[in-house]
């Protein structure tokens, strides 16, 4: 498996009244993956984000942060080394954007040049315009777009790890969706190790290179790639998580690739579909044809890989769903 950039070991979390919100977790997450974890209210799952920056203190075990135990860091440190980012954002409302987003930069005495490149360089990341948003305040922004300037404040000082507490959950469903898929982007060009807490299991499937389903206490039902956790759900709880859209959601997260494509023929005539697109997009556009064919296109300038029916998105679906349960076991395996 990959180089591990948090390892929970046997860490417990008990409350003065007596409460177990989390009972004896041990988990890893690896350098430059997204790790959701997901779970009904109560499971624990905000609490393990907590401890990792130890807004929580953990009353047992050990946290690992680039191979450092957390408990022996400075408190104040160790979350400066984090970017945080939350569902009410939390932005400062007599700042304004610039000045939000350069808050942890502030803190570790950057000079002004290097802030203000830096707050520039990352509202066009999150798609803000600086000339356009960085002299208004939070009130003057949309759910949006706050939770935009939210991302692009956790990511200031480029930390290696962010976490994330349902960062979208309070944007409408439409914005919520460009805003996961922004997110995607900037993850995949920045490589930060990412642990991002969520309820939803479309957003989790969506988002997540694995999931972490998350039962009371901190139990962790399964951990394993979306893919695996919507074919094979390892416990009545994961199931009941996943509930019937499990298909519709496999067909959302998995790609039309090369191998699933018949080789020959042209564009005349037909729909085409980019390799790479969703089986969900394929799935509809063989649909919508009258031969029951669309022709696979590829580059700038359209160029005809080959050709794709239904029988060619139900062989990719197999294929994912195989490949899924392999790397699956595979990883299990490797950590012994």
Not at 41 to 51: A, E, I, N, V, Y
Not at 92 to 119: C, E, I, S, Y
Not at 146 to 173: H, S, W
Not at 294 to 312: C, F, I, K, N
Request: net charge negative.
């Amino acid at each position: 498996m990959a180089d591990a950039a948090i390892v929970f070991e046997h860490v417990r979390k008990e409350y003065p009244d007596g409460t177990v919100a989390v009972e004896d977790l041990s988990l890893e997450v690896e350098e430059h993956e997204i790790l959701a974890l997901v779970g009904p209210s109560g499971c624990g799952k905000s609490t393990t984000l907590r401890m990792t920056n130890r807004l929580v203190e953990p009353s047992g075990g050990r946290i690992l942060v680039g191979g450092e135990d957390v408990l022996a860091a400075d408190p104040v440190r160790l979350r400066r080394s984090m970017g945080y980012a939350i569902q009410n954002v939390g932005l400062f409302p007599h700042r304004t954007v610039a000045q939000n987003v350069a808050t942890v930069p502030g803190l570790q005495r950057w000079d002004r040049k290097r802030t203000r490149d830096r707050v520039a360089e990352l509202l066009e990341l999150v798609g803000l315009a600086p000339d356009r948003y960085a002299n208004r305040y939070p009130h003057e922004l949309s759910g949006g777009e706050q939770q935009r300037v939210g991302v692009a404040r956790a990511l200031a000082t480029d930390p290696p790890v962010l976490l994330m507490d349902e960062p979208f959950g309070a944007v409408d469903p439409a914005g919520r969706r460009r805003l996961q898929a922004e997110f995607w982007r900037i993850q995949r060009d920045l490589g930060t190790t990412v642990m991002f807490v969520t309820h939803d299991i479309d957003e989790a499937v969506r988002l997540g290179d694995r999931v972490a389903v998350f039962s009371r206490g901190g139990h962790v039902e399964q951990l394993a790639d979306p893919v695996e956790i919507l074919a094979r759900p390892a416990s009545d709880a994961v199931r009941a998580l996943v509930g019937d859209g499990a298909p519709v959601r496999l067909l959302g997260i998995t790609h039309v690739e090369r191998g699933d494509v018949t080789a020959g023929g042209t564009a005349d005539g037909l729909p085409t579909v980019e390799l790479g697109a969703s089986l969900a997009h394929a799935l509809e556009a063989v649909a919508e044809s009258q031969s029951g064919t669309v022709a696979v296109v590829e580059g700038a300038d359209g160029r005809v890989v080959g050709m794709l029916d239904a029988s060619g998105v139900l062989g990719a679906l197999r294929r994912a769903v195989d490949a899924g349960v392999m790397s699956a076991d595979a990883r299990t395996a490797g950590r012994g």
